[in-house]
């Protein structure tokens, strides 16, 4: 999609629903913090809304970490591109976490190259969350979740199952 200069952006659209709201304001509220920063996040340029949906406009990144591994043959990675990349991440987990933030789910669909700065970002905090909240919510994606996350997951579910009768 081309914006007003011609640049190519992403557009990033949230399902509608009062389960989707949470992670429209905790995505946003990252995006927002770290525009101006160096933290190696992707850059939020608007916020749109229309007809219930909430649409994020967003710098266009190139390929995840798992593309460019399929893009090398299934070679993996060079040395200088593993450094690279373990620096980058980093690099934005220092950030958040000095801001008692975290991610929540880190996988290599959300690691993505940005060819104009030369860095990997990272995307999608739509799952991310403040060490100062006391009541959590679902962590990590299925494929990438640690066992015991999948019970913590479990045991707020019948929480709310129970809050609800």
Known sequence: ???????????KCFRRGECYEGAVQRERFILEKYAQT???IVTLYDTLEFKGYTFFVLELLQDNVRQ?????DRHGLSPWLVLKFARD?????LSLHADGL?????????????????????IDFGLSFSVEESDL?????LGYRAPEAEHWDAFKQRERDRRKR
């Open 68 to 72: 460019i591994i399929y893009k090398n």
């Open 137 to 141: 919510h679902q962590v990590q994606s």
């Open 1 to 11: 999609m081309a914006v007003r200069d011609g640049s190519l952006v992403a557009v």
């Open 89 to 93: 991440i980093l690099a934005s987990l």
């Open 102 to 122: 975290v991610h929540a789910d880190l996988k290599p669909h959300n690691i993505l190259w940005s060819g104009q700065d030369k860095v990997f970002k990272l």
């Open 38 to 40: 160096r933290a190696n």
